[in-house]
């Protein structure tokens, strides 16, 4: 079973950043994808960003991002460890929800990293709030 645990969450104001960190542990070994996802309050929950691995002695692995989160959030990881960082820049009153770090095992197709059905893990969630 995999665990994953989240921090770096907080309140910040527009234009301000933030870094989001998560970390697996337990059976990490075949988790290949950590994503991010947020729910903003009445909203669903929707896809941010994702890195993908493509094998166990992958070390860069391969960015996806949502549109909204283009240009402005970074997502980095660890392999070997199985972390996942979400820097976040410029932030604006539209990115204020819970953040959501997810595992999946197994290797999933790029154009599916999006889709909430192919994580089996999900922590517990880190608020972000953003005020002008």
């Known amino acids: 079973q995999v665990q994953l645990v989240e921090s770096g969450g907080g309140s910040v104001q527009t234009g301000d950043s933030l870094r989001l960190s998560c970390a697996a542990s337990g059976r990490t070994l075949n988790v290949y994808v950590m994503g991010w996802f947020r729910q903003a309050p009445g909203k669903d929950r929707e896809f941010v960003a994702a890195?993908?691995?493509?094998?166990?002695?992958?070390?860069?692995?391969?960015?996806y991002y949502a549109d909204s989160a283009k240009g402005r959030f970074t997502i980095s990881g660890e392999n070997a460890k199985k972390t996942a960082y979400l820097q976040m820049s410029d932030l604006t009153l539209e990115d204020t929800a819970v953040y959501y770090c997810?595992?999946?095992?197994?290797?999933?197709?790029?154009?599916?990293?999006?889709?909430?059905?192919?994580?089996?893990?999900w922590g517990q969630g880190a608020q972000v709030t953003v005020s002008s």
């Open positions: 890195i993908r691995w493509s094998g166990r002695g992958e070390y860069g692995g391969v960015p």
């Open positions: 997810a595992a999946a095992e197994g290797l999933v197709a790029g154009h599916e990293v999006s889709r909430q059905y192919e994580y089996s893990t």
